[in-house]
């Protein structure tokens, strides 16, 4: 499916608002999720209707995971009413970032992979590296019994309803949220501050910064994209260990799967560049795997590739 020109993901506009999102969760704590999800069905239906360009965008996404999977992460070559259900699949990540936010997910209905990885850093300093992949918000139901402060770094001006609503339903949460349009010297240094206290710090490593070129080439699903150096460049900073991190409905279960990224990102002057194109590209590579597994789960709607 050709395209022109590329749409970069900041130029999309926050879809829903605080309002609706305040709306759906009072019908989610009267009716319950069972009730609500076929309300959620008719209002996905409908947005799927409008939003022809979105659904390009997702064929595109579908087409390609399954090419490159070689044709065994669909049963048959995905067609625009599988881009229904990859909305829908978002529709239910919203419910999911709702239990977890407001505590209905315990650690009994999580099943951890990689936990030996993690459990070694609680109260010390880590970064994790995520995507807009599944619902990563669930890394708040692991500590329930361990409180440990997490910072997750979001974009204000892109989806600035959906912030608004999340901190609203977490005032006494241990997870905060940070907005920044950049990653810059200022939020360096403050990121710098939390981990020398033991806090986490979350960056979503899978969508180019807005006003910066500082970007890496990398393969994704056998075609070329831009990928941001900005999470690198701040691990590299702090010298702290950094970990990848997905969390994912599969086969009807929640997952979370741990993978090492690094004890300890110190790229060398000379060698800078190629040694952040090496670790990017085993973080693209783990990202790839779990779209395989997962393909339903991957959350950009916008046309990802170069």
Same mark, same amino acid.
């Given at each position: 499916?050709?395209?022109?020109?590329?749409?970069?993901?900041?130029?999309?506009?926050?879809?829903?608002?605080?309002?609706?999102?305040?709306?759906?969760?009072?019908?989610?704590?009267?009716?319950?999720?069972?009730?609500?999800?076929?309300?959620?069905?008719?209002? !996905?239906?409908?947005?799927?209707?409008?939003?022809?360009?979105?659904?390009?965008?997702?064929?595109?996404?579908?087409?390609?995971?399954?090419?490159?999977?070689?044709?065994?992460?669909?049963?048959?070559?995905?067609?625009?009413?599988?881009?229904?259900?990859? $909305?829908?699949? $978002?529709?239910?990540?919203?419910?999911?970032?709702?239990?977890?936010?407001?505590?209905?997910?315990?650690?009994?209905?999580?099943?951890?992979?990689?936990?030996?990885?993690?459990?070694?850093?609680?109260?010390?300093?880590?970064?994790?590296?995520?995507?807009? $992949?599944?619902?990563?918000?669930?890394?708040?139901?692991?500590?329930?019994?361990?409180?440990?402060?997490?910072?997750?770094? !979001?974009?204000?001006?892109?989806?600035?309803?959906?912030?608004?609503?999340?901190?609203?339903?977490?005032?006494?949460?241990?997870?905060?949220?940070?907005?920044?349009?950049?990653?810059?010297?200022?939020?360096?240094?403050?990121?710098?501050?939390? !981990?020398?206290?033991?806090?986490?710090?979350?960056?979503?490593?899978?969508?180019?910064?807005?006003?910066?070129?500082?970007?890496?080439?990398?393969?994704?699903?056998?075609?070329?994209?831009?990928?941001?150096?900005?999470?690198?460049?701040?691990?590299?900073?702090?010298?702290?260990?950094?970990?990848?991190?997905?969390?994912?409905?599969?086969?009807?279960?929640?997952?979370?799967? $741990?993978?090492?990224?690094?004890?300890?990102?110190?790229?060398?002057?000379?060698?800078?560049?190629?040694?952040?194109?090496?670790?990017?590209?085993?973080?693209?590579?783990?990202?790839?795997?779990?779209?395989?597994?997962?393909?339903?789960?991957?959350?950009?709607?916008?046309?990802?590739?170069?």
């Amino acid at each position: 499916m050709p395209y022109k020109s590329r749409v970069k993901w900041s130029s999309l506009k926050e879809k829903g608002g605080y309002i609706p999102l305040m709306l759906i969760l009072f019908m989610y704590k009267i009716l319950g999720r069972i009730f609500i999800r076929p309300i959620l069905y008719i209002i !996905v239906f409908w947005y799927w209707v409008l939003s022809s360009s979105i659904k390009k965008y997702s064929l595109v996404y579908l087409r390609r995971n399954y090419i490159y999977s070689n044709k065994s992460s669909f049963k048959n070559k995905p067609k625009i009413i599988n881009t229904y259900f990859h $909305f829908m699949q $978002f529709a239910s990540a919203i419910l999911d970032k709702i239990d977890a936010w407001l505590g209905y997910k315990n650690k009994n209905q999580i099943i951890i992979h990689g936990e030996d990885i993690i459990k070694e850093y609680y109260q010390k300093g880590l970064i994790l590296f995520v995507s807009h $992949f599944g619902n990563i918000e669930v890394l708040k139901a692991i500590n329930a019994s361990r409180p440990q402060k997490i910072n997750i770094l !979001v974009y204000q001006k892109h989806s600035s309803g959906f912030n608004k609503f999340l901190k609203k339903i977490s005032k006494n949460s241990q997870a905060s949220l940070i907005a920044v349009d950049e990653i810059d010297l200022n939020t360096s240094i403050m990121l710098e501050e939390k !981990v020398s206290r033991g806090e986490w710090i979350v960056i979503a490593v899978d969508r180019v910064p807005i006003n910066s070129n500082r970007i890496l080439t990398i393969p994704f699903l056998g075609y070329p994209a831009s990928w941001p150096q900005g999470g690198w460049l701040i691990a590299n900073l702090l010298k702290v260990p950094v970990v990848a991190s997905f969390c994912y409905q599969e086969n009807e279960q929640t997952k979370i799967y $741990f993978h090492s990224l690094s004890e300890k990102v110190h790229f060398s002057r000379k060698h800078r560049n190629d040694q952040m194109q090496e670790l990017a590209v085993k973080y693209v590579k783990l990202l790839e795997c779990h779209c395989l597994k997962a393909p339903y789960q991957w959350f950009n709607f916008y046309h990802f590739w170069d």
